[in-house]
Structures are given as C-alpha cells and as structure tokens.
C-alpha cells in the first residue's frame, strides 16, 4: 500500500469522480483506475461504487478513508519537519473560511505569513461555518475562520479569538434616525434578508427570536452582503447581517441601525487538536501569537451603534 495510491484515492472520494481526481493529481485517469483496482484487490473488496455519473465509497472505502488521510498527513508532517528543521519551510497551508475575512486581521497575518514562508501555498477555501468545523475536525483543512457556534466548538478543535462582532439592521436610506435601535419583534414585522439556515451565523439570529419569543423568518436568504444590501436599497425588506462589513459604511442608500437586544457574535480560527500542527499550521498560529491582536475599526468593540 504505497502513499501515492492512497492520494489517489483520498482524491478520488473527496471529488467523486476519476477524472476530477485525475485533474486534481495531475496525472491521467487510467494511472487512477489502476492503482485503486490494484489497491480494491489487495485488500479484498471493493473501495467504490461506480454510478453513472459518480463514484460513491462503499462501507470498505469509508472504512479506509481516515486512516489513509492519517497517513499521508503524518507523511507530510515528517517531511515538512525537516524541511522545517533546514529553515526551508514548504508545503500547504488549507485556511476555510465563513466569509467575512474583511473584518479580521487574518489579511494582514496572511501577508505577512507571505513574507515570511514564500514557500508555503495558501489556498482558501469557502464554505459556510457547519461545513467547515467538520472538515477542520477530520482534517480535510488546516484550519478555519468561522463564527464560533453559540454552544462553543466541539470537542477537539482548538480555538484562538479573531474578532467581537454583532448583527445590525439595515434599512432603506432616509426610512429611519441611525440612532434609533429596532426591536427583534419589529424587524419579525418586515420582510427579512440574511443568512440562511445553512450558516453559522444564521443561529445567532435564530436563537435571539426564539429567546423572544419570535418566529425568524428569512424571506430572502444569502451570505452575498453586497446583495443583501442591494435587495434592501429597492425596498425589499430589512436585512439582518454582520456589522464589521465595510459595505455598510460605503453605500449612501442604505441606513445601519442597532438592534434590541443586541446579538453578538464571534469569529475565531479553530483547528484540530490532538496530533501536532504541520509546520505551515504552526507557522501560521506563532505568527497569529507574536503580531498584537488588533481589533477592525468598526467592530462591535469600537465603533457600533450604541444600544
């Protein structure tokens, strides 16, 4: 059982297909079906089911899957350690994130992580918050920006502060005094915009109408800010979202009101505990240690609306 065939089917179950897999690792679709028949036969069943238009992992492959990701991790760990170890630090770090990076100061930690370790790929990716606990948990990423989960993070992930924000409403320009706050059960009223029952952050807002007493209704359900803020500019409805966006600050057609009772969340960067960091992971926490934790400007501990 070789390291390179275990990517290959690590690649093959996370895209569902040979021939995304074969793109993914950069080699030819029958060097795949090869190596993972060769694979099926030494270990005595098969690994997938093969579907007309996909490939789905049988009880054997799900079986095989964490412990050929442990594999290669360990694989690259060892190698990026000593890589480590000569001042040549190399690799892949994998940061998921939520959205709202904008509001963290994980853009400037990555550009100075840039500096630092020109050696080490970064690549983002996006998902909503649920998603990306579960593939930080099992170790498909490094890490991820997330909103922390009202009940706090699974066992077994490991956490470090970003930022303190809080929900706003946002109306039409001119349609309400900036100063003047609106009540969970007049915004339960109108027609809302926000985040749907797939995101994070879509809790937070559900949880405070049902401490209320309120049913949240999101008639117009998206993550995209900048349509949030669009669809509330032509009179839609009102939009519940994050006030740390700097879309909020920008567009004269809009008006950014406090709500009663606030709801506060936060956004941290979590990641699996247990095994050792890879070096590109540990890099990136040390960094986030040694630069002085600074908070966005217009976040819910500098300048948000007053409640």
């Known amino acids: 059982m070789e390291l390179r065939t275990l990517e290959y089917f690590v690649a093959v179950a996370e895209e569902r297909s040979f021939t995304r897999a074969a793109a993914r690792c950069h080699v030819v679709q029958p060097a795949i079906s090869q190596r993972i028949r060769a694979l099926e036969k030494e270990l005595g069943e098969p690994l997938f089911e093969r579907l007309p238009r996909q490939v789905v992992l049988t009880s054997g492959g799900a079986a095989l899957l964490?412990?050929?990701?442990a594999c290669l991790a360990a694989a690259a760990a060892a190698s990026l350690e000593f890589a480590d170890r000569s001042g040549l630090l190399s690799g892949t770090l994998v940061l998921g994130t939520?959205?709202?990076?904008?509001?963290?100061?994980?853009?400037?930690?990555?550009?100075?992580?840039h500096r630092r370790c020109p050696g080490v790929q970064v690549r983002l990716t996006g998902a909503p918050s649920p998603v990306l606990l579960a593939q930080a948990r099992s170790g498909e990423i490094d890490a991820a920006v997330i909103a922390e989960p009202p009940g706090?993070?699974?066992?077994?992930?490991?956490?470090?502060?970003?930022l303190e924000d809080?929900?706003?409403?946002?109306?039409?320009?001119?349609?309400?005094?900036?100063?003047?706050?609106?009540?969970l059960a007049e915004a339960a009223r109108c027609p809302l915009i926000g985040y749907g029952s797939g995101s994070g952050a879509h809790a937070f807002v559900r949880d405070a109408f049902a401490a209320q007493g309120l049913q949240l209704d999101i008639a117009y359900a998206t993550a995209d800010v900048a349509l949030q803020v669009t669809l509330v500019a032509e009179g839609i409805g009102v939009a519940l979202t994050s006030y740390t966006n700097p879309l909020l600050r920008l567009d004269q057609r809009i008006v950014v009101v406090p709500?009663?009772?606030?709801?506060?969340?936060?956004?941290?960067?979590?990641?699996?505990?247990?095994?050792?960091?890879?070096?590109?992971?540990?890099?990136?926490?040390d960094l986030l240690t040694e630069l002085p934790h600074t908070t966005h400007p217009n976040s819910a501990t500098a300048e948000a609306p007053q409640d």
């Open 259 to 285: 709500l009663e009772p606030a709801i506060r969340l936060r956004k941290v960067l979590a990641w699996r505990l247990g095994n050792r960091p890879g070096p590109p992971l540990r890099a990136f926490l």
């Open 98 to 113: 939520a959205g709202g990076l904008e509001g963290t100061s994980v853009p400037r930690l990555l550009g100075e992580y």
């Open 152 to 162: 706090g993070l699974p066992h077994g992930l490991g956490s470090r502060l970003l």
């Open 66 to 69: 964490p412990h050929a990701r």
């Open 166 to 183: 809080r929900f706003v409403a946002v109306l039409p320009a001119g349609t309400r005094d900036p100063d003047h706050p609106m009540t």
